[in-house]
């Protein structure tokens, strides 16, 4: 997004002001204008005019204080620990898909994509009833999915063991990589659905030829509401604090963001102390 400024948008804190001051909070990130088309259709998520929490036009939550507005703010049921409500962001991403596709008990849903948006995404679905399967190159981030009950498979070079290919009714692709376009569509049924969660594809030619051949939905998903995920991690639906993998002081802020950069590295948590 060409962003200068603070950055940081997944954030759980204290509200200093407003009426939920004195109260445990975390917020959603898209700041709307509140009067467009989009906005009186409630998709501030899409408003033209919007800021977005640390990405667009309004410094993030790596600072001791941040702003958004009163309406954004959601509070934490006090049995939340900090190490799981700072989930709320990408949790509410990954229950987004819920609210897009609709998802039969039973279903079979394929997760592509081991990073922290995947995992959140294949939890989320297991946790609709989905059987999920998850495709990854971390053998210890598979483990914390497996330990959830989801079926896990270990990606290599020649792509999907072909019992796999051409059987699941929904595949969420998290990779963001042109190659996980591939193997998603590979692993689709005729007139399944595919999620894309991130941003970074190139599109090559032939895949959309096979968009067209399968009769293949494609749904594009970002954001989501941040309620169905605080319902999930409060009645411990979804219990991702296990994703964290190093919490360091505000002070150490780059070591931080070293250590997030590393291949593998599951979630780095900032812990700042004081505030206005
Ligand atoms: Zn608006």
Redesign the pocket.
Known sequence: MGFEGVLGHEFVGEALEGPLAGRRVVGEINA?????A??QAGL?RH????TVLGILGRDGAFAETLTLPAENLLTVPDDVPDEAAVFAEPLAAAFEILEQVKIQAGARVGVLGDGRLGLLCAFALASAGARVTLLGRHAEKLALAKKRGIDTLRSDADGLPAELRRCQDVVVEATGSSAGLFAALDWLRPRGTLVLKTTTHDVPPASLARIVIDEITVVGSRCGRFAPALDALASRRVDPSDLVEAVYPLSQGERAIDHAGRRGARKILLRVEGGA
């Open positions: 709307a204008c509140g009067a467009c989009d906005c501030g408003c033209a005019e919007r």
